[in-house]
């Protein structure tokens, strides 16, 4: 990455499914990504328990000696029905608390093939960064393809005028793991100069007026 500004990044965020996937190179790609965060000498933030693509991130993360971070609503641990967390957990109340909860303890965001849930979290995160509520990078590790179908749709949306030019530079794609943790290192965010405008602190009883055409 010779001439291009590399980002600090200690901490990322993988959201992935609670299933392990048809295809065994799922598994596969969960558990290289782990390795390749350790060695980076980067912490997991994830959505804690030990199912599917979760279980796989987190124990690989572990094994190479990094913290591992679950943050679980408290409905998910009634019975074991996650399973054990790998590292240090968090519980909260609800699915939101969760996911601003991962935005604020997180450098960057990745999502492995996954499932409702999964693609919830990573638009959210896309909206988020599209309004300059935070300025992270996000990524999809496209495994065999998994994300082209998104990945296409996002740039048809691009095309009827839905999403901006600028707003689909916020997502990131590649198909192995040191290569979406290079882009994610060199991401440079792109404001839209109105939306940057927002106020979003808790403390603000009023937003800005401006005269602004979305789209969201």
């Not at 600090?8 to 295809?23: E, L, Q, T």
């Not at 409905?75 to 590292?87: D, K, R």
């Not at 048809?156 to 590649?174: G, M, N």
């Not at 979406?180 to 800005?208: I, N």
Request: proline share 3%; glycine share 8%.
């Amino acid at each position: 990455m010779e001439g291009v500004l590399v980002r600090k990044i200690k901490k990322i965020c993988v959201f992935c499914g609670a299933n392990s996937g048809k295809d065994v190179a799922f598994v596969n790609a969960a558990f290289h990504l782990g390795k390749v965060l350790g060695k980076r000498k980067i912490d997991l933030v994830y959505g804690g328990g030990k199912l599917g693509l979760m279980g796989c991130v987190s124990t690989a993360v572990a094994q190479h000696e990094r913290q591992v971070l679950g943050i679980i609503p408290s409905a998910f641990t009634v019975n074991n029905l996650v399973g054990e967390t790998c590292g240090k957990e968090i519980k909260v109340a609800t699915m939101q608390e969760r996911l601003v909860m991962m935005m604020e303890l997180s450098d960057a965001f990745i999502a492995l093939p996954g499932g409702f849930g999964t693609l919830e979290e990573l638009f959210q995160m896309i909206s988020w960064a599209q309004l300059s509520i935070h300025n992270k990078p996000i990524g999809v590790l496209n495994i065999n393809g998994f994300f082209n179908g998104l990945l296409s749709f996002v740039d048809h949306a691009v095309k009827q005028e839905f999403i901006t030019p600028r707003a689909r530079k916020i997502l990131i794609s590649a198909t192995t793991a040191d290569e979406l943790v290079d882009k994610l290192q060199a991401f440079r965010f792109e404001s839209d100069p109105a939306l940057s405008k927002l106020k979003w602190s808790p403390s603000s009883s009023q937003k800005e007026k401006l005269d602004l055409t979305l789209r969201l």
